[in-house]
T-cell receptor, first 114, second 110 residues
């Protein structure tokens, strides 16, 4: 299995809703990432988990809350989002966080905040 | 802060011709570089990577060239096909997380 899967593919939520994005990989990778991508822009790093511990938080607002239940799963909990948070949310994984190895990306979740 | 950028935001190429996509980086401490392809509605897909101890690496129909002297990276696609139409991102890594460049949209004219 050489892919990263993400659910749901699309999500529409109101500003008062609570929702979660899910990501899964079974490649034995020990680093997992959340990125945010706006239209016509490159992916921007949000969080990095290394060996199931949060190692990088790129000053992301607290309305985004990551969670890594085990080495294969990564969640992003969403609460009280703003319309400007609408974007494609990408999950990625790599063998390790510090090494020079490729990151594999999932297909993303297209989030719309009304 | 330092960032990775691209010289051209769009590139149109005739089918069958070779494509060259360029990338300039500014972090001299970066020692690992990746090219990704992103099709509409999909996540970035790994194309090829190169480490700083190399100046050229070839894959299937793709070649990456690295010039550390001028901090320049390029992706060459041979015999460009309609399926190559996408946005291409270069990304760099040193002791910091992966940083993406702005992206170049490649359009293949049939």
């Amino acid at each position: 299995d050489t892919e990263v899967t993400q659910t749901p593919k699309h999500l529409v939520m109101g500003m008062t809703n609570k929702k979660s994005l899910k990501c899964e990989q079974h490649m034995g990778h020990r680093a997992m990432y959340w990125y945010k991508q706006k239209a016509k822009k490159p992916p921007e790093l949000m969080f990095v988990y290394s060996y199931e511990k949060l190692s990088i938080n790129e000053s992301v607002p607290s309305r985004f809350s990551p969670e890594c239940p085990n080495s294969s799963l990564l969640n992003l909990h969403l609460h009280a989002l703003q319309p400007e948070d609408s974007a494609l949310y990408l999950c990625a994984s790599s063998l390790s966080g510090q090494g020079r190895n490729e990151q594999f990306f999932g297909p993303g979740t297209r989030l719309t905040v009304l | 802060g330092e960032s990775v950028g691209l010289h051209l935001p769009t590139l149109s190429v005739q089918e069958g011709d070779n494509s060259i996509i360029n990338c300039a980086y500014s972090n001299s401490a970066s020692d690992y570089f990746i090219w990704y392809k992103q099709e509409s509605g999909k996540g970035p897909q790994f194309i090829i990577d190169i480490r700083s101890n190399m100046d050229k690496r070839q894959g299937q129909r793709v070649t990456v060239l690295l010039n550390k002297t001028v901090k320049h990276l390029s992706l060459q696609i041979a015999a460009t096909q309609p399926g190559d139409s996408a946005v291409y991102f270069c990304a760099e890594k040193g002791n910091t997380p992966l940083v993406f460049g702005k992206g170049t949209r490649l359009s293949v004219i049939a």
